[in-house]
């Protein structure tokens, strides 16, 4: 059940001022304050419906899952103007509004109002994982479990590339959320899923092939539930993570995180790579030894966190 807190007086990182705005939120499993509270972030289209019939994460988060709603609260926000509260429209006009550390201070914001001081874990795939370092660097008390799946904590070259080309589609398409869609199936699978998936099978009710279907299928699906206002807000988002910026060195940032630190990769991901993860990984080695770095077997690309749902669920098992 979606549930709401007011953020008011909210001043942006780059001096915006945006008066009153609500943060919506769900609850799954044990009842807040008790049991120990694990925080969940969406992904880019993604919500605050993580578990149940229709939860994006539902193969990692539920009853008797990795994440054991029946032994955690579980807790996640709507990244504001997502769309998923139908309210999107009276957020903000400028897309550009909000980046990654923003999105950390209003749900740090919102942990407040709800006397939430200590997490369990901050778990987050993609833009979500993206949030979850920038909410550890915001608060580095705050987490006992820090949990980056398929992400990093910034936003690459190579990342900021491809924002760059969803935007351009976003703002200059005739059908833009659709049109979109399609190039970021491409991003977030890999030529070998591709491959295995379809193996140049031939759709002859269609008349095209099965990847094309299949690609057009997903911008249709999307563009029934997505805006086009959420689409190129999360969007600027994800091409905005930088938990260095005004901050110092990366060193600097990450030597006053509390929070054990477990990165997981996928070593298909041709989005967040697992190279820069293993950059990542090896600099926290000189200063950190709470740390891990596993990797996700998957020819799936960046999609795979939401796909190997067991190999996930094997990796965090000493946590959860």
């Known amino acids: 059940m979606l549930q709401k807190v007011q953020i008011s007086h909210f001043k942006t990182t780059n001096g915006e001022k945006v008066n009153q705005f609500p943060l919506f939120y769900e609850v799954f499993g044990k009842s807040l304050h008790s049991a120990p509270i694990v925080l969940v972030n969406h992904a880019l289209t993604g919500n605050s419906n993580v578990c149940g019939i229709n939860g994006w994460w539902n193969g990692l988060i539920g009853s008797g899952k990795c994440i054991d709603i029946d032994k955690y609260t579980v807790i996640a926000f709507n990244i504001p103007g997502n769309g998923y509260d139908g309210e999107e429209d009276n957020l903000i006009k400028e897309y550009k509004i909000f980046n990654a550390r923003d999105i950390a201070r209003i749900f740090a914001k919102g942990l407040r109002q709800l006397d939430i001081d200590n997490l369990y874990a901050v778990i987050g795939g993609s833009v979500g994982g993206g949030i979850a370092w920038e909410l550890a660097a915001l608060e580095p ?33 005739k059908n833009p959320v659709y049109d979109a869609r399609l190039h970021a199936m491409l991003i977030y699978r890999s030529p070998e899923s591709f491959k295995q998936k379809f193996d140049r099978s031939f759709n002859d009710d269609r008349n095209m092939y099965n990847v094309e279907s299949w690609l057009l299928h997903h911008g249709e699906k999307l563009k029934e539930r997505f805006t086009l206002s959420a689409y190129k807000q999360l969007n600027y988002i994800l091409a905005n993570i930088d938990i260095t910026t005004n901050r110092g060195s990366f060193k600097d940032v990450v030597s006053v995180i509390e929070s054990d630190i477990h990165i997981i990769s996928v070593n298909s991901d041709g989005f967040f790579t697992a190279r820069e993860d293993e950059v990542t990984f090896e600099e926290l080695k000189k200063i950190k030894k709470n740390i891990s770095h596993h990797t996700i077997d998957s020819v799936h690309g960046h999609d795979a966190f939401l796909i190997e749902f067991e190999q996930l669920s094997n990796l965090l098992s000493d946590v959860f």
């Open 141 to 173: 008390k705050l987490i006992r479990h820090l949990i980056p799946v398929a992400t990093d904590w910034k936003s690459t070259d190579w990342l900021k590339a491809n924002c760059l080309v969803q935007e351009q589609i976003l703002e200059n398409s």
